[in-house]
T-cell receptor
Framework: ETGVTQTPRHLVMGMTNKKSLKCEQH?????MYWYKQSAKKPLELMFV???????ENNSVPSRFSPECPNSSHLFLHLHTLQPEDSALYLC????????????FGSGTRLTVV | GQNIDQPTEMTATEGAIVQINCTYQ??????LFWYQQHAGEAPTFLSY????GLEEKGRFSSFLSRSKGYSYLLLKELQMKDSASYLC??????????FGAGTTVTVRA
């Protein structure tokens, strides 16, 4: 149990589907993040939320849409994805500027067919 | 932009020592982190450096030189369970972590 829970663990979706990834943290952290992890590549920051407000959007295509309804929950809504979007999507949380860095969830392994 | 480099792979023998180097060029600096990630699992926090010098935590130590843009993670008394990917990350500001591509360490018996 890492303190950050992601669901589902695995997701296979067609290019015309709409699905959502969910992330939940009960650590009292004030920031949450979405990262994309592809094989042999650095983790790519997608979105940053601080106190439920989006503070960074790293030129992510509009087919990815984040939502942060409160400080404990973060969603990533997916629609009309491409096969190259297949990757591990990691959620993380942190307390701003702390020494502990991020706490990551176990990720959602997404396959787009 | 951010540029963080670390070796792709390293192999060592059980009981040995391995040093993973990380060099960085970033627009800002507010701490350097090392994470361990086993295959199919979440990255887990190993160490944090914000001032120059060595931080020791049991079998793992991490070193930072801000003037050289350089860090290393030292793994001592290697065990089979240490086989994993090790990620170097630099924080810019209060939030954003930029990651290297990771170093896959294989421990052999």
């Amino acid at each position: 149990e890492t303190g950050v829970t992601q669901t589902p663990r695995h997701l296979v979706m067609g290019m015309t589907n709409k699905k959502s990834l969910k992330c939940e943290q009960h650590l009292g952290h004030n920031a949450m993040y979405w990262y994309k992890q592809s094989a042999k590549k650095p983790l790519e920051l997608m979105f940053v939320y601080s106190l439920e407000e989006r503070v960074e959007n790293n030129s992510v295509p509009s087919r990815f849409s984040p939502e942060c309804p409160n400080s404990s929950h973060l969603f990533l809504h997916l629609h009309t994805l491409q096969p190259e979007d297949s990757a591990l999507y990691l959620c993380a949380s942190s307390q701003a500027a702390s020494e502990g860095g991020y706490t990551f969830g176990s990720g959602t392994r997404l396959t787009v067919v | 932009g951010q540029n963080i480099d670390q070796p792709t792979e390293m192999t060592a023998t059980e009981g040995a020592i391995v040093q993973i180097n990380c060099t960085y060029q970033t627009s800002g600096f507010n701490g350097l982190f090392w994470y361990q990630q086993h295959a199919g699992e979440a990255p887990t926090f190993l160490s944090y450096n914000v001032l120059d010098g060595l931080e020791e935590k049991g079998r793992f130590s991490s070193f930072l030189s801000r003037s050289k843009g350089y860090s290393y993670l030292l793994l001592k008394e290697l065990q089979m369970k240490d086989s994993a990917s090790y990620l170097c990350a630099v924080r810019d500001g209060d939030y954003k972590l930029s990651f290297g591509a990771g170093t896959t360490v294989t421990v052999r018996a």
